[in-house]
């Protein structure tokens, strides 16, 4: 079993900053990609930022510039640094995972977290 673990998300004026946090735990043998999307209210989820093995990392352009993803590889987690928030960041973010797991042989699969809330209030 593989679980994402997220934390961080809270309530916030705007202008302000939040730290969210991703922990991949279980039979995990590699990680290829990790990142962040959201969901506002009705609308679809979208990407904000993915961190790669290798460290390439891609952000939306709506959060460039103020958001920042980073990964820590012997924890498994990823982190991403909110600051000059802004009401139209207001949603549920959700960590992404795309990993190879297995005991005895490996497969590729993608995992979702639960989601985390970010408000914030103008």
């Known amino acids: 079993q593989v679980q994402l673990v997220e934390s961080g998300g809270g309530l916030v004026q705007a202008g302000g900053s939040l730290r969210l946090s991703c922990a991949a735990s279980?039979?995990?043998?590699?990680?290829?990609?990790m990142g962040w999307y959201r969901q506002a209210p009705g609308k679809q989820r979208e990407l904000v930022a993915t961190?790669?093995?290798?460290?390439?990392?891609n952000y939306s352009d709506s959060v460039r510039g103020r958001f920042t993803i980073s990964r820590d590889n012997a924890k498994n987690t990823v982190y991403l640094q909110m600051n000059s928030l802004e009401p139209e960041d207001t949603a549920v973010y959700y960590c992404?995972?795309?990993?190879?797991?297995?005991?005895?042989?490996?497969?590729?699969?993608?995992?979702w977290g639960q989601g985390t809330q970010v408000t914030v209030s103008s």
């Open positions: 992404n995972a795309d990993l190879i797991v297995g005991i005895t042989s490996g497969y590729r699969r993608l995992y």
């Open positions: 279980g039979s995990i043998i590699s990680i290829i990609l």
């Open positions: 961190i790669s093995s290798g460290g390439t990392i």
